[in-house]
Structure formats: C-alpha cells, structure tokens
C-alpha cells in the first residue's frame, strides 16, 4: 500500500548497481534503488555512510570520483545545500535568478521569493539576511527553475530549532503545491519522519533499511524506534 | 549597546545594602573621534607653524609654512610648476595605465587557463624577485634616457602587485561556488562573468591601491635620478641651489597626488563592491 511500491509513473531517478569510491574504500556498493516521480524520500545515515555521494552522484556533481553502474535522473534538476550559497556579490533576486535571465524569469524569481515569505527583500544583500532568510532565498533559487527532482543536503542542518520548524512547514507546502521528487539528505530521524514519505537508512554501502511513512503521529515513534535501530543507535532510559 | 566605557557607581550606590551592579570594564577604544585622521597632521603643521614663527628654525634648512606656499605661488605664476606637474602626471598616467592592463591582462590569463598559469605565475614571480629600480641602468641602456624607459619602469612596479593580488584572488574563488555555478548549469562565460571576475574584485582593488602607491614611487625615484623635466627634475635643481623651499613645494605635490589618487581609488572601490559595507559598518 505504500505509495513508493506501486509505481503507476516511470522512476524519477533509478539507480542499477551504482558503485562509488574514495582512495579504494567503497562508501556506495552497488545500490538499486527506483525514486518515483512526486515522492518525498528522506535519506538517513551516519556521516560518512556515504549519504552526500549518493545525493552528489544524482546531481552528477561527482567528477572525479571513481564509479560504475546506472543512473537516470530528470533533465531539470534543483540542489539546496547545507549552506544557503548565496553570491554576497548578488542582491537576492538575481542570485535567485543566477543563470536565468529575460523578463519572464524575473517575475518567476519575484514569484518564488514571495512563495518563500521574502517578498519585498528582492534588493537586500545576502549579508543582510538571517540563516532562515537566506536558506529561504536558496529555496526560491531552487524552485524557480521548476524542478522535476529537488535534492536537499541537509538544508537545515545549520538553522537553529525554531527556525527549523518553520522550515519544515514551509519545505512541507512547497512540495505539495510543486510536485517535485524530494531526496531529502539527513541525519536527523525527527525531521526525516515529520517530512518523508518514504525514508532510507544507508549504511556500509547499500541500503539498509527502506520504510514507508504512513499515517499520523501514533505510529511515528514506531517509526523512529526502527529508524535508530538500524542506524545502530540506542537511547539510554531517561 | 554602547561601546563608550561607563564610570563606576556613584560612591552612595555602593554604601547601600543591594548588591550593586558593576558593569564591565570596556575594552573597545571607544566613539571615533571626529576627523579624527586630521588631527595629526593640523598638530604636526601648527608646530611646524609655531616654530618657524618664534625663529626656531633654520630658514635655510627647514623653510616656514608660508615660505613654502609663496614659493608655490611664485612658480605656479612663472609657468614652470604647471609644466612640471603636468610632465610628472603624463609619465604617472602612462605608466599606471599599461601596468594596470598587463596586470589585469596577465592575471585574467594565468588564473583562468593552466597553460597561462604555467606561462606566466612563474615569470612573474621571478620578475618580482628582481628589484625593479635595479633595472633602471639596463633600460637606459636598451631603450634611451627619454620618457620611454620611465613610462616603462613605472609600468612594472605598478603590474607587479596587481596582477599577484588579482591572480590570488582569482585562484582563491571559492570551490563551493563553483559547485553551484555547475548546479545551475551556467556557461564558462557567465561563470566567468557573474562569480569568477566579481569574486576576484575585492583582491584587484587591493592591488590596485598598492599600484597606484607604487606609480608616485617609481616617479619619484626616476626624476631625481634620470630626469631633465618635470617635479623631480625641479627638486634636483633646487638641490643644486640650496633652495629648500622649492625642494618642500615638490614634496608637497607629490603628496596631494598621493592623496588624491588614493582617495579616488577608495571611492571607486566603495562603490564597485557597495555589497561589502554591510559587513565592515
């Protein structure tokens, strides 16, 4: 019943045997693995398990790294990363638009801040901006070119708690409205649970533990219970 | 909120029996002073000033203020101040010019290829390990005692730091940056336009102070020691002379050059890199 097993569209991203290494140590050993299009998918692991290269290999940001196996990924591809990455050099709107340019594209930029709650700020310097602002300006820059596939690396890993929330909502809202596949990169099992619809824990190479996130707030400390004990962790009783 | 220290707590305050609270000693120097660059040089003219006035100074040696203005006056009026001046700012401006092209040239060049980085960074650096007056004889030698070997001279001390801040600027852009010129599939040249060139900004403006510094150095140095015209030409005479005050008059030619310059140079980098003042006010 979960959405990710009944594939009625064609893959998003789908991976056959992808094998990615570092100086001779293999951090991703040949994973399969099928993105439908639409889907939120949170990836978990510990650092180092080889999260970032997965999400880097989609990206086809992974140059000089030695590899093999499949991939196939949509044409228009958006990356949010930890850091907003704003130009300081830019005045927000055109580092939304950074790479885009004509009259239409502007509006759309205009358009997108206003749907990430910065409208009015299209003139303000990136060093102007609080953390949550300028991920906001890094989410608008993503949206605005309407990506079929969003990959998020750890894009709230750097904002403080309340901050987060209301960033979960509004990452949240923005995926239900633009229907792009999400892989969302975290170390965080909360946020993975509250955002997910499906989460994957990667682990020495492959993946480890492939969950489909149903229902509501009864069922997700179940959820998290799993999610820790694959990645090997254990709460002490408080 | 302030950063001005606080004096302590009334002496009452502290007879009472509540804890009183202190605040911190403040470490930071405190409000700025208002023109607070001007008040060294006012202080050191009025003693200058004051001295020449009580007849403190040797009129020969170290002529007074007004001596200096007069002779200025006197100059400017006979016509030969003004052709000397304008002969030294000629020379300053061709040479600042061409350094500046090559730097920038050169720079752009080496920071962008490997082939140029491996032309050039070396060359250059073993250039700069050469002592550019040092080579004054050599160009005499090669290209005449006229404006050419001076135009020439000066050109080279002023391409030399911009183009090493230039190309640290340029090889220092950071990787993330490139990254996200990939991520949003942008062309070599707009990659080179829209992040390469004004990420490297702030490191020209650095070189280019030190250029422009170094064009009234080599000037100076060249017409004291190889002129037949212009400031330095001037001072010399007045050397042979014994007129202190026309030596004095020079000095302070080259200084408001200096000035200005300088000045025109910080004006135009507030302007081209306006995203930085939110940072340093």
């Keep these: 019943m979960a959405p990710h097993t009944e594939q009625l569209t064609r893959p998003a991203v789908q991976l056959r045997g992808l094998t990615r290494s570092f100086e001779g140590r293999t951090v991703l050993d040949g994973i399969d693995l099928d993105l439908p299009a639409g889907q939120f998918t949170a990836l978990l692991g510990h650092s180092g398990s080889g999260k970032s290269t997965l999400l880097r290999a989609i990206a086809g940001l992974d140059h000089k790294v030695v590899g093999s196996g499949q991939l196939t990924a949509p044409e228009k591809v958006s990356v949010v990363f930890q850091d907003s990455r704003l130009l300081p050099w830019r005045r927000v709107l055109d580092n939304v638009l950074l790479g885009l340019d004509g009259k239409e594209a502007e509006q759309k930029g205009r358009a997108a801040l206003a749907e990430v709650g910065l409208a009015g700020r299209e003139r303000a310097w990136p060093s102007e901006l609080s953390g949550g602002e300028a991920q906001r300006a890094a989410l608008a820059r993503s949206l605005v070119r309407e990506p079929e596939l969003l990959l998020a690396d750890e894009p709230f890993g750097a904002l403080d708690a309340l901050t987060r929330i209301k960033m979960h909502a509004l990452l949240r809202e923005l995926w239900r409205r633009h229907q792009p596949s999400v892989l969302l990169v975290t170390h965080d099992v909360d946020e993975a649970i509250v955002l997910a619809e499906r989460v994957l824990v990667l682990d020495a190479g492959g993946v480890a533990l492939d969950l489909a996130i149903e229902g509501d707030a009864p069922a997700r400390g179940e959820y998290r219970e799993q999610l820790l004990a694959a990645l090997g962790v254990t709460e002490g009783v408080g | ?281």
């Design chain 2, 1 to 281: 909120m302030t950063t001005a220290t606080t004096t302590a707590p009334p002496v009452q305050a502290q007879e009472q029996s509540h804890p009183v609270l202190r605040r911190r000693r403040g470490l930071s120097p405190g409000r700025r002073l208002p023109a607070s660059r001007l008040i060294g040089p006012a202080l050191l003219l009025a003693l200058w000033a004051a001295a020449a006035a009580a007849g403190q100074l040797d009129p020969g040696a170290i002529p007074a203020p007004w001596t200096v203005l007069r002779t200025a006056g006197r100059l400017w009026s006979a016509g030969t101040l003004p052709t000397d001046i304008l002969t030294s700012l000629e020379r300053a401006a061709y040479g600042f010019t061409t350094g500046l092209a090559a730097g920038v040239v050169l720079a752009l060049a080496a920071g962008l290829s490997r082939v140029g980085e491996a032309l050039i960074d070396g060359t250059v650096n073993l250039n700069r390990a050469i002592p550019t007056l040092g080579l004054i004889p050599l160009f005499i030698l090669w290209l005449g005692i006229g404006e050419t070997f001076k135009i020439a001279i000066i050109a080279i001390v002023v391409y030399v730091p911009i183009y090493l801040n230039t190309h640290s600027a340029l090889s220092g852009i950071d990787s993330r940056y490139v990254e996200l010129a990939e991520v949003q599939g942008l062309s070599r040249f707009r990659f080179i336009r829209q992040i390469v060139v004004p990420g490297a900004l702030p490191g020209f403006f650095v070189g280019l102070r030190l250029g422009v510094t170094g064009s009234w150095l080599g000037l100076v140095v060249l017409e004291q020691i190889n002129a037949t015209s212009g400031l330095g030409y001037m001072m010399f005479q007045a050397q042979n002379y014994g007129q202190s005050d026309v030596i004095l008059v020079g000095l302070l030619v080259y200084g408001i050059f200096g000035l200005v310059s300088d000045s025109a140079v910080r004006l135009i980098e507030r302007r081209v890199l306006s995203w930085r003042r939110t940072l340093s006010s």
